[in-house]
Structures are given as structure tokens and as C-alpha cells.
């Protein structure tokens, strides 16, 4: 099987843009006073977990991404876990819920924002599910178009699965901060994937150290194809 990363088509006369953002986060964290490292990276999204159930105060500091204390990350972090995935990563800056905001132009039948977000038509999930793609789980969004004939889209909720291969790591990947446990890790210009660490039955899914790389299976790529879906682009990587 071929692996491949997604990006968005940017040769197409398409215009779409959404100006908006997961209803819900997880606060950043302010810098660990031994390593500094802090903040919070905002590209772990699970646009189908649902926090609307938790309490208005708690909700209030589920919506602003300025970083908090490390343990007043973690208090909310613990509150978010029970209505997460069990497989799910909760980092600082992790998002929830239906990307919501306004959105405007022509979309492709699938649409990529910031490298780091698929979205794709209603439709077209029902076309690649009966193509057999799978492990597809996506959302609808909360998006204000404007013109006629706006776009039924929905976000995929991605898995995290896949590992650098160990050959092919930057050089430079510091031992885990002894207080806060995180390492700086420089990210490769040319990815290796680890062979023995790909899934067999999920065809698209988010490199698990590198949160921004979307990456789909041959069979979702041909399955694209067959189908003459637009709107991304493919560029295989190598796997060893
Ligand atoms: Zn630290």
C-alpha cells in the first residue's frame, strides 16, 4: 500500500474560504519554567466531539486559546477526556465541535484549509464510503455562506496513527524536559514513514508526531481519482 500526503489543489480556479474555526479549544499553556516550550498548536481538531453538555463556566474557557497555568490546562483537559475519543490526543490548543464562522467562494468536492483541516461535500463521502474508502467519520459545519447555492460541507475527524521512520528524523531532538516532559523536535524537510506503524483500515488520517501532515492511503487516492473528485493534491511519500 501507498501513502500519500494531502494538500490543498492550488492550481484550481477554486476560490473557497472559510473564515471560521472549531467552536470549542483547550487553552495553550504558558512556557514550562525549565524548557520554556509553551503555547499551544492549533491543528488536533475533533469537529464531532460535542462539549455542549458541560457547564456554561467551563464552556467560557473552552473558547479563548490564551494560554493558561499548566495545571488549569490540565483541569479542563481532564473535563474534555470522558466526551473525547479514547484514541484522541489532548494537547494545548486542541479543537472541538463544528467549525463555525462564515465562508465564501467556489469549493472543490473536497476543501483543505491550512494543510491541517479536510473538508469535503456530503455527497462525496457518500461516494468514497461506497467506493470502499475507510474509517471516514466527518461532521457538518456551522458555516454562514454567502450566494446561492451554498455548499453542504463537512470536516473529517481525523486518527492519529504513523511514526517517523528512524532514519529519517531531523537531527535535532532534545531528551524529554525533565518537568514538563515535552521535547523540541525538529520537523524533516523529507518524511520517512515507518512502515510497521500505518493503519491497515483507516485511509485517511493526521501523522501522530506531525499534526499538520494529512495523510490518505493508495486506496483513497484511486478512489479520488476514479471518482474525478477535486480540490487537493497527492505527493507520495516514502515508507520504509
Ligand atoms: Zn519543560
Given at each position: 500500500?501507498?501513502?500519500?500526503?494531502v494538500?490543498e489543489?492550488?492550481?484550481?480556479?477554486v476560490?473557497?474560504?472559510?473564515?471560521?474555526?472549531?467552536?470549542?479549544?483547550?487553552?495553550?499553556?504558558e512556557?514550562?519554567?525549565?524548557?520554556?516550550?509553551?503555547?499551544?498548536?492549533?491543528?488536533l481538531?475533533?469537529?464531532c466531539?460535542?462539549?455542549?453538555?458541560l457547564?456554561p463556566?467551563v464552556?467560557?474557557?473552552l473558547?479563548?486559546?490564551?494560554?493558561?497555568?499548566?495545571?488549569e490546562f490540565?483541569?479542563?483537559?481532564?473535563?474534555?477526556?470522558p466526551?473525547?475519543?479514547?484514541?484522541?490526543?489532548?494537547?494545548?490548543?486542541?479543537q472541538f465541535?463544528?467549525?463555525?464562522g462564515?465562508?465564501?467562494g467556489?469549493?472543490?468536492a473536497?476543501?483543505?484549509?491550512d494543510?491541517?483541516a479536510?473538508f469535503?461535500?456530503?455527497?462525496v463521502l457518500d461516494?468514497l464510503?461506497?467506493?470502499?474508502v475507510?474509517?471516514?467519520?466527518?461532521?457538518?459545519?456551522?458555516v454562514?455562506?454567502r450566494?446561492?447555492?451554498?455548499?453542504?460541507?463537512?470536516?473529517?475527524?481525523?486518527e492519529?496513527?504513523?511514526l517517523?521512520?528512524?532514519?529519517?528524523?531531523?537531527?535535532?531532538r532534545?531528551?524529554?524536559?525533565?518537568?514538563?516532559?515535552?521535547?523540541?523536535?525538529?520537523?524533516?524537510?523529507?518524511?520517512?514513514?515507518?512502515a510497521?506503524?500505518?493503519p491497515?483500515?483507516?485511509?485517511?488520517f493526521?501523522h501522530?508526531?506531525?499534526?499538520a501532515?494529512l495523510?490518505?492511503?493508495?486506496?483513497?487516492?484511486?478512489?479520488?481519482?476514479?471518482?474525478?473528485l477535486?480540490?487537493v493534491?497527492?505527493?507520495?511519500?516514502?515508507?520504509?
Open positions: 500500500m501507498k501513502f500519500y500526503k494538500d489543489d492550488t492550481s484550481l480556479s476560490t473557497g474560504q472559510l473564515d471560521a474555526v472549531n467552536k470549542w479549544c483547550l487553552p495553550g499553556v512556557p514550562c519554567p525549565v524548557c520554556r516550550l509553551g503555547g499551544g498548536a492549533p491543528w481538531a475533533y469537529p466531539v460535542d462539549l455542549s453538555g457547564p463556566e464552556l467560557r474557557k473558547k479563548d486559546p490564551w494560554p493558561v497555568p499548566f495545571e490540565a483541569r479542563l483537559r481532564e473535563l474534555v477526556r466526551l473525547a475519543p479514547p484514541w484522541a490526543l489532548l494537547e494545548p490548543g486542541t465541535g463544528p467549525c463555525t462564515k465562508g465564501s467556489r469549493f472543490g473536497l476543501f483543505m484549509q494543510s491541517s479536510l469535503l461535500r456530503r455527497e461516494r464510503r461506497a467506493e470502499g475507510m474509517g471516514l467519520q466527518a461532521c457538518p459545519i456551522d454562514r455562506f450566494g446561492a447555492n451554498p455548499p453542504e460541507l463537512l470536516q473529517l475527524q481525523l492519529l496513527h504513523g517517523l521512520h528512524s532514519t529519517g528524523r531531523a537531527p535535532l532534545s531528551a524529554p524536559c525533565a518537568a514538563c516532559g515535552r521535547r523540541s523536535e525538529a520537523w524533516p524537510e523529507h518524511l520517512i514513514l515507518d510497521a506503524s500505518l491497515l483500515d483507516v485511509d485517511v493526521r501522530r508526531e506531525g499534526w501532515t495523510i490518505v492511503t493508495e486506496r483513497f487516492v484511486d478512489a479520488v481519482r476514479r471518482l474525478g477535486d480540490g493534491a497527492f505527493l507520495e511519500l516514502e515508507v520504509r
